[in-house]
């Protein structure tokens, strides 16, 4: 397994779904339920296979994530990534917010995934300050070894998309 520079690190402003990788990763909660926001375009763009296919895996503790098929979507799988709600940061939020990320890459090497796009993982309904978010997603996608070779970061917003600019240092 390698370690970045091996991984390339993008940061694009678009919709998760279209993106045309290996893997998307859904920003999931504990049910792996349709929800508003980036679950829920991945849930409507996936189509109705998807409700069942993550009701049988029963859930998901915070900071860990499972993967389903993709069905409609441009991507094979989806990686489901339960994030942290922000508790105000002293719940070790810091701490399961990386673990999302760094189990998600881990479910990507098991699916064989060489491309992951990832969304703010717990910026929106969780309540997760995107600056710090940011800071981490980037930090722990480079500090984690794996087999992806693309990890793409596709931002909502210009908001985002700024705050992983960044966090990226350009």
Known sequence: MGVEPDVTLE???????????????????????????????????????????????????????????????????????????????????AALLASCYRRSLEVADELGASSVAFPAISTGNFGYPLEPATQIAIATVRATSTDVQLVRFVCFDRATRAAYDHAMGY
Not at 20 to 25: E, M, N, Q
Not at 49 to 74: H, N
Not at 79 to 90: C, E, L, R, S
């Open 11 to 93: 940061v694009v402003e678009g919709d998760i779904t279209h993106q045309p990788v290996d893997a998307i990763v859904n920003a999931a909660n504990h049910h792996l339920a349709p929800g508003s926001g980036v679950c829920g375009a991945i849930f409507a763009a996936a189509g109705p296979a998807i409700r069942e296919a993550c009701a049988a895996l029963g859930g998901a503790e915070t900071g860990d994530a499972k993967a389903t098929p993709g069905f409609q979507l441009p991507a094979p799988w989806v990686i489901h990534a339960v994030g942290p709600v922000w508790h105000g940061g002293d719940l070790g939020e």
